[in-house]
């Protein structure tokens, strides 16, 4: 071979063997995401990795970023997992930090991810992965749940922390919302628990979550409680955002009305509706029958709506009307009827409508439709008086602009009467569906139903 041929071989040969060794070249070994939440914090994230069947000698893990929809991963986000020496299969959890690279990630931001097996670190200037290698994604959710807490019903003008409760046994219940502002198109993780915190000389029981976003706390208090007690929540999404925590803290001493047993009747004991039924009872918003029952499964008419709905708004019968107001003459309510004034109260109000042809209906049930249609029209029309004047969840809570709940009705019809009141009901947290789907408008509604939703729609927001 010619001396000059051999030396230009030689020569090119070293020179491909140093650019080799001063790039870095993509080495064998199969490597993946594990394991990546759907959501993640504005800060960073966990990622699970695995690697296996790696050739010998020195090799880096290295993973990768970038915001969807890049077209291309960037040497700035890249970060290096692991450095293993030789043939070798490892796994771990690495925490990528998104102030540590070039991704700027806000709220519904989709960030995806890859990882390669290299000879070099990220600073050698590795072979960049295929725009398609992505091995898993995760969207950003930067805000921490939006939340309410209820107080029990009370004509106190006074926060909960000087206002007393009615008898020894309540309710405080919350709703809480982790997409409560932003619009549909906008990720977010959901709601995940309220970590509800007890403090105080006695123990009360635990407050039990319900549904998505719903929190019910029934407490009730021992003939021997004194001092002072607290209870706060500091709500959590899935992602890990947490609200900033809430505090309510009933009087510091305790009046002796408070340790007083809810009115009681014989057939409530143990009722899912109990405390709604005996707390209301206990204010004179709601009665029983004459055998001391209450009948919690037995249905409601027209007529008795209008009656329970205008003495929470302060009326008693001797300052009902003694004949229809104008625009509320019904043909079937005669001023004999013991229901007359209430129904005349409560039309005049514009609480509750005919049923057209210039009927009421007042001895029809009531539906689970019409009841939250009546609330509806309760904060439609303003309050006059009573526990309907005070700042409670019917007027101001109900009419928030956005739902605290929301679900996927099959049974509500769009252009229903009763169509937005139950949007608002659920989605502030006075009315449940009878499933998941169903929300049963047409079903009448019973009174143990009725004492609940009353209850809810009387709290006061604080």
Known sequence: MNKKIFTFLLL????????????AATVAGDASITAIPTFAQATGIDVDWAVSGMAAGTKNVLMWAREF????????ECQLVATINGTSDANGTYFYDFAATALALGNGDVAEFTITVDSDNCAGAPTLPAADSVMGSTTVDTAFPTLA????????????????????TFEMWGVASDHYGFPSTVGYSGFGDWNPQVTGTFAPPAPITAGESLLSWVNTFPATASGPWTFSVQPEDSAGNMSPSWGYRVSLVIDPAELEDCATFTDTSGHADETYIRYLADLDLISGFADGTFGPDTTLTRAEAATLFEISNGY???????????????????ASDWFAGWVWQACDDGYMNGVGGGLFDPNNLLTRGQIVTIMNNVGLAGPSGGYLNTANVINTLWF???PFRTAAWTDVSIGAFYAEPVVRAYGSGVADGTSDT????????TRGEFAKMLY????RYV
Request: hydrophobic residues 50%; charged residues 5%.
């Open 400 to 402: 928030f602009p956005t």
């Open 69 to 76: 929809p890049a077209a291309a991963y960037a040497m700035t």
């Open 438 to 445: 169903t929300f049963s408008p047409d079903q009448p509604v």
């Open 149 to 168: 807490i209820l107080n029990p019903p009370s004509l106190s003008g006074a926060i909960f922390i000087s206002q007393p409760v009615a008898c020894n």
């Open 456 to 459: 809810r729609a009387l709290s």
């Open 316 to 334: 008693d019968v001797a300052s009902l009307p003694t004949s229809a107001p104008a625009g509320c003459e019904f043909t079937d309510v005669a």
């Open 12 to 23: 090119a040969v070293f020179m491909l063997a140093q650019f080799s060794m001063a790039s």
